[in-house]
Each structure stands twice: as structure tokens, then as C-alpha cells.
């Protein structure tokens, strides 16, 4: 099955909003509705991310709506393959769920002389999904490290390899923590191995997982399972346990909120990474694309996907960094 088959069956299966973890958000009403360009035309790629993979799946479908005659290809193999892409200008959108690294914007200024240009275009959660029936009811971040890694940076003091470690009892109390992850190609790989494992080394009994929705299947098929995904994929056999974040205060759940005011410890900007030389313009059907993500119709789409939307102010300095 090709990627956009993929993200469309992923879609129909969840059904619009059904992946959302709380009520959805209200957009900013200061967000400008996207105005129609004439002579908008061509064939635009966008590659990289899986996370944002049915995300741009829906944006492209909705921007074709307005320019029928324009194609979009959307490939979502991790992350990682979003810099050469672009490297190679065999894309002109980088979907990234974690921002470039040294060595891959190296690559790109040593083909064309400057720094590609990054765009966010949505907030989002990194959950910590456990299975439905899971009583589980807070994880702190040196208990999340120490279920996921061998090194627990995070400062905790024993490993934690059975819930009962986490003080479940009953038949729980004995029964292993089976664990889902994505593989080295995703962002959310490392991003979770930065901001969650506090830079440390993933067990090895990590279940490697493709792409985000084979993590949270996997964790709903599994009682005793856990896992890490975007909250985009949330289905209603899993559920996002709260981060305890500090000591004697109420733990934090993954809402849409506590991403945008900061409190929620693993929230990111998904971005796209454009090629815009300083002194040009940028290519008029990509412009057109972020124009049109970054716009209230854009933004509408980020919350059908199960993302957070940026405000208008944000999404104006991202306009910004096109702008000329």
C-alpha cells in the first residue's frame, strides 16, 4: 500500500476528529481566511515526517479543492528523509516532526550556499499511550525514562520493567511492561529520546514500530503494553496518561492547552523546511501552500487532524520568513 493510500485508510478509520484526546480547539479569529491566486499550477512533493503524514494528506486535499489543477504527492517515511529530499530538490516541502539537525542543514548549505527555511505549521503532543483499561494514573518523566531506557538520565533510581514497579497491584502487580516505539528514521524517535529519556539509549526490547498508528494499534491491542506517538493517532482504545512534572502539583494531561501554554513537558511545533534563496522569491505553488497552511482554512484542517493550531500571531511571523 503507497503512503497516501495509507494515510487515507488511517483517516477513514479514525473519521474526522476521532483522534482528538478532548474537545477540539477554537481557532484564532484573527487567523486570515486564504484568499485565491491566479495562475497557481504545477506538481508539489512534500516529504519526510510519518507523524504529519495524514495531516498534509488532508491539507493537500483540501488545496487541491481550490486548484484542481494541481498536483500534490505526499510521502511519509520518517523525519529523516526530509532533509535530502530537499537536499536533493526532490521535494519542495521537508515535513519534520523534530527540528534539523547540524549535519543535515550542513549538507544543504553545502549544495546551495545558505540554510534552508523552517516553517511551523502546527502544535502537537507527544503522548504517552497506555491501554484503555490501564488504571495507570500519572507517569513522571523519570518514570517514563525509566520504562523506555537503559541509562535512566531522567535521574531515576531502578530500572521499571513490570506495572507493578509503578504501584498497580492485583494482576497487574507482576505483569510485564510490553513497549512500542518508532524506529531511527522518526522524528518522534528522537525527539522522545531528547526530551524524554533525557538524551539516554532506548531498551532494547523497544518494539520498533514504522509509523505512528502501528504504535497506538499495537498498544490497544495489548493490555499491558505502552507506547509513544503524536496525539494525532489517539483511537479509543488507548488513552494519553498524564505527566507528573513536579512533585506535590497535579499531573499534566496531553490537552490541547497545556501544549500551547507550555506546561505539558513533550509538546513541539511540527515544521516544513523550504528552499527560498535569500535574494528570491519563493517558487509561486509552494508559496501558495504555506500561504494556505498557515491560513484559518490551513489551521482548520491542523484540528481535523488531531493537531493544535498556531495562533495568528505565530503563524504571521511564520508568513515572515517567505515574505520577498
Known amino acids: 500500500m503507497n503512503t497516501r493510500c495509507l494515510a487515507l485508510a488511517v483517516i477513514l478509520a479514525l473519521g474526522p476528529g476521532a483522534a482528538a484526546p478532548e474537545r477540539q480547539p477554537r481557532l484564532d479569529p484573527d487567523l486570515p481566511a486564504y484568499s485565491l491566486r491566479e495562475g497557481v499550477s504545477g506538481t508539489l512533493i512534500a516529504a519526510g515526517s510519518d507523524t504529519m ?3 498534509q494528506t488532508l491539507m493537500a486535499e483540501a488545496f487541491r479543492r481550490l486548484y484542481p489543477q494541481v498536483r500534490v504527492e505526499i510521502e511519509g517515511k520518517g523525519s529523516a528523509t526530509a532533509p535530502p529530499a530537499l537536499t536533493e530538490s526532490a521535494a519542495n516541502i521537508a515535513n519534520m516532526s523534530r527540528r534539523i539537525f547540524a549535519s543535515e542543514e550542513e549538507g544543504f548549505e553545502e549544495r546551495f550556499g545558505y540554510a534552508p527555511v523552517r516553517i511551523d ?4 503532543t507527544v503522548g504517552i499511550f497506555v491501554h484503555r483499561d490501564n488504571p495507570i494514573t500519572q507517569l513522571s518523566v523519570a518514570e517514563v525514562d525509566a520504562i523506555f531506557s537503559t541509562t535512566r538520565s531522567c535521574g531515576a533510581p531502578a530500572d521499571i520493567t513490570v506495572w507493578g514497579g ?3 497491584g492485583g494482576r497487574w502487580r507482576t505483569a510485564p511492561i510490553s513497549i512500542f516505539g518508532r524506529n531511527a528514521a522518526s522524528g518522534t524517535y528522537s525527539y522522545f529520546k ?3 529519556l533525557c538524551r539516554g539509549d532506548f531498551k532494547l526490547t523497544v518494539k520498533e514500530q514504522p509509523g505512528s498508528a ?12 505502552i507506547g509513544y506517538s503524536g496525539i494525532g493517532y489517539a483511537t479509543p482504545g488507548v488513552r494519553a496518561v498524564p505527566i507528573l512534572v513536579t512533585e506535590g502539583e497535579p499531573p499534566v494531561p496531553a490537552t490541547f492547552a497545556n501544549a500551547a501554554n ?9 515544521e516544513v523546511y523550504v528552499n527560498k534563496a535569500p535574494d528570491a522569491p519563493l ?14 482554512d490551513g489551521q ?23 515574505a520577498g
Do not use: C, N, W
Not at 214 to 225: C, E, I, K, L, N
Open 53 to 55: 503524514l495524514v495531516l
Open 121 to 124: 505549521i502546527a502544535l502537537d
Open 166 to 168: 509503578l504501584g498497580l
Open 194 to 196: 531528547s526530551h524524554a
Open 214 to 225: 502501528s504504535v497506538v494499534q499495537g498498544v490497544g491491542r495489548d493490555p499491558y503494553a
Open 262 to 270: 507550555g506546561r505539558y513537558p513533550f509538546a513541539r511545533f511540527l
Open 283 to 296: 517558487d509561486r505553488l509552494t508559496l501558495e501552500y504555506i500561504r494556505f497552511m498557515l491560513s484559518a
Open 300 to 322: 482548520r484542517v491542523v484540528v481535523r487532524a488531531g493537531f493544535h493550531p498556531l495562533d495568528a500571531a505565530t503563524a504571521e511571523r511564520q508568513l515572515g520568513k517567505i
